[in-house]
């Protein structure tokens, strides 16, 4: 069974950084791509940034670019998010995600960027 845990969220002065993580498990994590999306309250779910399975190539949301780097760890199951000059506007539930045999989600973990 696909498990996806996000962890590190929390609140943060704008210009701060922070570092999210995905820990996975219940599919062969090397041979996909891992996407992180965003929620902002009233606002549908965005992709801010995917990796494919080798970590070779990635790409962002023209509103993070800059700013945000996704990376992977493919011996430990993992992707992170790490995110510096956070904004006001970055305020959101940040979402791990994988399409396997079907698109999965983990729970969340709520980013507050905030004064």
């Known amino acids: 069974q696909v498990h996806l845990v996000e962890s590190g969220g929390g609140l943060v002065q704008p210009g701060g950084s922070l570092r999210l993580s995905c820990a996975a498990s219940?599919?062969?994590?090397?041979?996909?791509?891992m996407r992180w999306y965003r929620q902002a309250p009233g606002k549908q779910r965005e992709m801010v940034a995917f990796?494919?399975?080798?970590?070779?190539?990635?790409d962002y949301a023209d509103s993070v670019k800059g700013r945000f780097t996704i990376s992977r760890d493919n011996a430990r199951n993992t992707v992170a998010l790490q995110m510096n000059s956070l904004k006001p506007e970055d305020t959101a539930v940040y979402y791990c995600?994988?399409?396997?045999?079907?698109?999965?989600w983990g729970d969340g973990t709520l980013v507050t960027v905030s004064s």
């Open positions: 990796i494919t399975d080798t970590g070779y190539y990635a």
């Open positions: 995600n994988t399409v396997y045999d079907a698109a999965y």
């Open positions: 219940g599919f062969t994590f090397s041979e996909y791509t």
